[in-house]
């Protein structure tokens, strides 16, 4: 059928030509995407625990996965991985503040910290 163009417009029932180039490779649903979920405020960091620009000079690693969450969110957030580079910022008894290459300010236990052999050199 022709268009507003003069041209002739697919009906809408019409194959892709690059489907068969995909078929066997791809399941009946191309894409199966999970359901969405709307975050609130407290899964945001807030300002005041995010350092900008980001470190690039580390003091630390982590000798273990250590998980932190920001203050606003009571639960915690998710995993700093063992062997991240920190910059140690504060020592608050037997917990310290520290930032890592994403900028994450958190609190760890000083003993998941080991200072690193050439403490301030970059990553």
């Given at each position: 059928?022709?268009?507003?163009?003069?041209?002739?417009?697919?009906?809408?029932?019409?194959?892709?030509?690059?489907?068969?180039?995909?078929?066997?490779?791809?399941?009946?649903?191309?894409?199966?995407?999970?359901?969405?979920?709307?975050?609130?405020?407290?899964?945001?960091?807030?300002?005041?625990?995010?350092?900008?620009?980001?470190?690039?000079?580390?003091?630390?690693?982590?000798?273990?996965?250590?998980?932190?969450g920001f203050v606003a969110a009571q639960e915690r957030?998710?995993?700093?991985?063992?062997?991240?580079?920190?910059?140690?910022?504060?020592?608050?008894?037997?917990?310290?503040?520290?930032?890592?290459?994403?900028?994450?300010?958190?609190?760890?236990?000083?003993?998941?910290?080991?200072?690193?052999?050439?403490?301030?050199?970059?990553?």
């Amino acid at each position: 059928m022709a268009g507003a163009t003069g041209r002739e417009e697919p009906s809408g029932n019409e194959e892709h030509p690059a489907a068969s180039h995909h078929e066997g490779i791809w399941p009946d649903e191309a894409m199966i995407r999970p359901p969405i979920e709307i975050l609130g405020d407290e899964s945001l960091a807030a300002p005041t625990e995010t350092v900008r620009p980001a470190p690039n000079r580390f003091t630390h690693e982590l000798i273990g996965d250590e998980p932190y969450g920001f203050v606003a969110a009571q639960e915690r957030t998710g995993y700093i991985p063992a062997g991240t580079r920190v910059v140690l910022m504060r020592v608050d008894g037997d917990r310290c503040w520290v930032v890592d290459g994403d900028g994450r300010q958190v609190l760890v236990p000083a003993s998941s910290l080991r200072k690193l052999p050439e403490a301030g050199t970059g990553s």
